[in-house]
Every structure is written in structure tokens, then in C-alpha cells.
């Protein structure tokens, strides 16, 4: 997937008003729609400026995308970095320019998770529906947690400049959550019209990056290094869990790649996950004469060859 550079595509400044924003577009509009321009690329151009704008007008989609700094370029091989979008908080509504408009893969990456139902002509008197993503520990899913949040609300300042209004509050994490789920904060959304009712704030529970742990829905993963003679003649090690360390029988014959699984220790539930130790072999350096004999003894005790399935397949 490829960069878009939005202010690029407008020829606009990062720090633009709304107010140029939509200078630009309507400029570049007139000059690129298919039935003015003779231009053989203009319905492509369309298509982009229609998807600029539809970011940059938007206080909300801008200020997420504004996030990611100025270091990418058009043309980039890009991948959004993980949690790009976390604490920013959106309103409901569709983040699309209009309905049946087809957007870029870059544009559905970032913002097609957002994109709502819209508005009806007829406003309800309840207020809008806001959501957030937000990044827990993992050792909070197994526990549940009381944990205060800092959610940041784009809004426009009297330049026509994007600002953020920031909020905290303090949210409680159940037991059990996984990523992707949902926490409803009841009347934290939009204020209601007229007297109605506030909307809802939807929150999307992710987990921050762990540098042992990896979930995939209640299960959940970790690497274990092993010495050889470990693999090879079996031991009782220590093993690392969210909820703390376990000894952990080894069979003899283990290999690189062998998984042990530890059910019911993955990420509470009904059912519990489980945990999957991932086996790896960790060699000893070679740093001292010591060392290096004991391998040298090593192959001289072992017909072994590494490479003996791959003979033969040389082409």
C-alpha cells in the first residue's frame, strides 16, 4: 500500500485553515472534473482531490491523520503504525465524501473502520455516539483494571486551525476483555439537543505492544528459549505467563517450532483461552577456548548433518 500525501494532492501547507482547505478543493475541482477538463488523467485526479478534502475538511479525520507527521511521501510503502489512531476520540457519522464514492486502499486502512450509518435529514433530539480506541495492557484482561484515559477531541480554534480538547476519565477494564471488543460509556457522547439525551461512547479495546506476549482472541502466545541439551534430554524450566512465571515440563526430542500448550491460561472467559509456549533453541556462544573445544567434541560426537534433506533438491 502507498502513501497519500492529502496536503500534496491540494497543494496546501500543513497548516492550512479549513477555510483554504476548501479554497483548494473547489479550485482544483473545477479544474479536473471529467466533464470540463481534456486532461486523459483528470478522472483520476478527481477522485483523489474528492478524497483529500474528505479528510482534510474534516477536523476529526485531519487531526488523526495530522498524527502521522510529515515524514511519508506520495509514493511510500506505507502500513499504519500499530495504535496510530488510539485516543483520538470520533464522532458518529460517515467519514466517507458520499455515498457510493469509492475510496482508495490508503483512505480504508485509516479511516474505513469509522465510517457510520450518517445522519438522517431528521436529527434525533439524542446526541451523537462517540468512539475511541484505546490501548490496555494485556495483564489488565486477565485481571480487569480501574484505569484513567486521556481521550483528545479535534475541534476547530477561532483561526479556522485545528485543536485538540482533551478529556480523562476513569474506566473500568473487565476481566476477560479481548481486542476488538467494545466498552459502552453511557451518555459520554455528544450532548443531546434540545434537552435530549447525551450519546454513548464507544470504547475499542486493543493491547498495547508486549514484548513477550502476543494474543489472538483468548489465546495467547509467548517465545521460550531453550539451551540444546534442554530440548534434547528434557528439563523442568521456569516459563513466563501474563498472570506470572510457571515451571513448565520440557519433553525430550523437542525441536524449534514445537508448541506446549498450557490450557485454561490464556485470557479468561467461558471458555478460557489457552497460553502456547513457542520452543525456541538458544546456542551458547563460543567466546573461550572452553567453549569452542566443547563444540569441537560436539561434532565429533554427533553423524549429524543439517543440510541432509535438502541434497538432492539443488537444481
Known amino acids: 500500500m502507498k502513501f497519500k500525501d492529502y496536503y500534496e494532492i491540494l497543494g496546501l501547507p500543513r497548516g492550512a485553515t479549513q477555510d483554504e482547505v476548501k479554497r483548494a478543493y473547489r479550485k482544483l475541482a473545477r479544474k479536473y472534473h471529467p466533464d470540463v477538463s481534456k486532461d486523459s488523467d483528470a478522472e483520476t485526479r478527481f477522485k483523489e482531490l474528492g478524497e483529500a478534502y474528505a479528510v482534510l475538511k474534516d477536523p476529526e479525520k ?14 511510500q510503502d506505507f502500513q499504519p503504525p500499530p495504535g496510530w489512531d488510539a485516543g483520538f476520540e470520533f464522532s458518529g457519522g460517515n467519514f466517507g465524501p458520499g455515498a457510493g464514492v469509492d475510496h482508495s486502499e490508503f483512505f480504508e486502512a485509516l479511516f474505513g473502520r469509522h465510517a457510520g450509518a450518517g445522519q438522517s435529514a431528521h436529527r ?29 477531541m479535534p475541534m476547530l480554534d477561532a483561526q479556522g ?8 476519565l476513569d474506566v473500568g477494564i473487565p476481566k476477560g476483555i479481548r481486542a476488538g471488543q467494545h466498552l459502552r ?8 439537543l434540545g434537552g435530549g439525551p447525551a450519546g454513548d461512547l464507544y470504547l475499542e479495546i486493543a493491547f498495547k505492544p508486549d514484548p513477550q506476549f502476543r494474543a489472538d482472541g483468548r489465546d495467547v502466545y509467548v517465545t521460550l528459549p531453550l539451551a540444546p541439551w534442554e530440548a534434547a534430554l528434557g528439563a523442568s524450566v521456569m516459563a513466563p505467563t501474563p498472570e506470572g512465571p510457571v515451571q513448565l515440563t520440557i519433553p525430550p526430542g523437542s525441536v524449534a517450532g514445537r508448541q506446549l500448550r498450557l490450557k485454561g491460561r490464556g485470557i479468561p472467559g467461558t471458555p478460557p483461552g ?42
Not at 485531519?62 to 509514493?75: E, I, L, V
Not at 455516539?129 to 486521556?150: C, E, F, T
Not at 563460543?286 to 563444540?295: F, P
Open 62 to 75: 485531519r487531526a488523526a491523520y495530522d498524527q502521522m507527521g510529515g515524514q511519508w511521501k506520495t509514493g
Open 124 to 152: 434525533p433530539p439524542r446526541g451523537q455516539d462517540h468512539h475511541a480506541k484505546v490501548l490496555i495492557d494485556l495483564v489488565d484482561a486477565y485481571r480487569g483494571a480501574q484505569r484513567s484515559i486521556s481521550l483528545r
Open 161 to 168: 486551525r485545528i485543536a485538540m480538547q482533551e478529556r480523562k
Open 185 to 192: 460509556l453511557a451518555g459520554q457522547g455528544a450532548p443531546g
Open 274 to 315: 489457552d497460553l502456547y509456549v513457542m520452543l525456541t533453541i538458544a546456542l551458547p556462544p563460543a567466546d573461550s577456548e572452553a567453549a569452542q573445544e566443547a563444540y569441537r567434541a560436539m561434532a565429533k560426537a554427533f553423524d549429524f548433518n543439517p543440510r541432509k534433506a535438502l541434497e538432492g533438491q539443488a537444481r
